[in-house]
């Protein structure tokens, strides 16, 4: 696994840098990308704006009180996938193995590569230059031996960096890591971390795996690997949907039941829209809330027969909203989602448990 030449490459403030490209009136000026009023959140925000602290998931009421003079744009979600296609469109230029996990960021295995260029460096500063040249934008581009290490050599040098993480490297580069910085551990598993004595990976590599699934789970067997720099996962060029989800905040909480039942049907309709153009067989629904202080809760069940009619949806949301109500305090969100799709193996499987002996 160590001979094989991974990059990761990571669109720089993609949002914001697409308004600044398209809108030159905001250009080298602090931009969110976001609603501004008092409900809103940023989902993007520029550089510029990065300075005075702002940053994506914070709520705009305070990206607006850290920057007084912070301008926000309403997103343009055609136009960012627009670019991304295009900026795909480069990456298969290079290889097929391409591993999107957004729309501004993906893996690329180059090991064989569609160039014939030996160096995975060459093939990462080639594609920044593409984008660049073609597309008047910045990526950054992380290259190593495997997924994890390529994830984190592409946020060293932001913006416009190139970083590569040589195997000879890699167990120093991972002893330094700070631990809220590795790929996969969010902010509750560093703040666990910190509490049992793992500041940095040195001190991760230290613990067993016994130790670490015993804290973390599953997790743990992934944190024991990786701290050795161990990741044999591949580049997947395509990645199967296991779940279709809509949801929406509303710019007033909802605290009675004739309102609750309104707006959960309105996000229903359109999940169904989403989710008959799929082609998909989902028996799982699952409703999302999220209150008023941001405590969320969520209910699920899975049904015998797969959805197929949108008739089915109100009853079987009915079982969920039935559950929560009356409601306990005000709702801010509102969220369903259909999963466990129907395969042909795990068709033949259910269908078997049904059988009458």
Avoid at 223 to 248: C, H, Q
Wanted: charged fraction near 30%; proline fraction near 4%.
């Amino acid at each position: 696994m160590e001979n094989r030449k991974i990059i990761h490459i990571d669109m720089d403030a993609f949002f914001a840098s697409v308004e600044q490209l398209d809108f030159p009136e905001y250009r080298n000026k602090p931009l969110a990308v976001g609603g501004s009023s008092d409900r809103g959140v940023v989902a993007a925000a520029s550089y510029e704006a990065r300075k005075f602290g702002v940053k994506s998931a914070m709520s705009s009421k305070l990206a607006a009180k850290l920057c007084p003079g912070l301008i926000f744009a309403r997103p343009r979600f055609e136009r960012y996938k627009e670019l991304s296609y295009e900026i795909r469109n480069i990456f298969l230029r290079y290889t097929d193995l391409i591993e999107p996990l957004s729309m501004d960021e993906a893996f690329l295995d180059v090991t064989e590569n569609k160039v014939g260029l030996p160096s995975a460096t060459l093939i990462a500063q080639a594609i920044k230059n593409d984008i660049k040249n073609e597309l008047n934008l910045v990526a950054s581009a992380g290259v190593s031996y495997n997924k994890f290490l390529a994830k984190m050599a592409s946020d060293q040098d932001k913006p416009n960096g190139l970083y590569v993480i040589k195997p000879e490297d890699a167990q120093a580069f991972i002893f330094s890591l700070p631990i809220h910085r590795f790929f996969g551990v969010g902010k509750v598993t560093a703040d666990k971390m910190m509490e049992l004595g793992i500041p940095t990976g040195k001190q991760l590599y230290q613990k067993s795996k016994e130790f670490l699934e015993y804290h973390f789970g599953k997790s743990g067997k992934y944190f024991y690997y990786i701290a050795r720099g161990i990741d044999n996962r591949p580049v997947e060029s395509f990645r199967e949907r296991k779940s279709l989800a809509v949801e929406n905040t509303f710019f007033n909480d909802i605290s009675d039941q004739a309102t609750f039942r309104k707006e959960a049907a309105k996000i229903m309709q359109s999940m169904w829209k989403r989710y008959d153009k799929s082609g998909k067989k989902a028996r799982t629904l699952t409703l999302k809330l999220k209150y008023f202080d941001f405590t969320i809760q969520t209910k699920s069940h899975t049904f015998d027969i797969p959805f197929t009619q949108e008739e089915q949806l109100k009853p079987a949301a009915d079982i969920l909203m039935d559950s929560v109500l009356p409601l306990k305090k005000p709702i801010r969100l509102i969220g369903f989602q259909l999963s466990g799709f129907e395969t042909e193996e795990n068709k033949a499987v259910f269908h078997q448990t049904k059988l009458d002996f």
